[in-house]
């Protein structure tokens, strides 16, 4: 069993920043990938923000140069450096983490946290 757990999200003013956390823990062998999506009300979710276990990254163009992905291998974590947001920005951030376990190759999902960007 691998649990999903993200937090940091809250109310923010535009132009404010916001720091995401999400840590994985249970019977994880080792992680391939740690990203980061979002949901808007009425919108599909979206990738916002990718780092494969190598460190490569990848951010969506609404996003680049405002937020940064970066681990904490130690603790299985992943953040999420929000600067500059935006009105835009409001949506459930969730964190998704594809992991080596028993059963093999497979994808996990936190429950996600909610970030409003509002003056």
């Known amino acids: 069993q691998v649990q999903v757990v993200e937090s940091g999200g809250g109310l923010v003013h535009p132009g404010g920043s916001l720091n995401l956390s999400c840590a994985a823990s249970?019977?994880?062998?080792?992680?391939?990938?740690m990203d980061w999506h979002r949901q808007a009300p009425g919108r599909q979710r979206e990738l916002v923000a990718t780092l494969a276990s190598g460190g490569s990254t990848n951010y969506a163009d609404s996003v680049k140069g405002r937020f940064t992905i970066s681990r904490d291998n130690a603790k299985n974590t992943v953040y999420l450096q929000m600067n500059s947001l935006n009105p835009e920005d409001t949506a459930v951030y969730y964190c998704?983490?594809?992991?080596?376990?028993?059963?093999?190759?497979?994808?996990?999902w936190g429950q996600g946290t909610q970030v409003t960007v509002s003056s």
């Open positions: 998704n983490v594809l992991v080596w376990v028993t059963q093999g190759l497979k994808r996990y």
């Open positions: 249970g019977s994880i062998f080792s992680i391939r990938a």
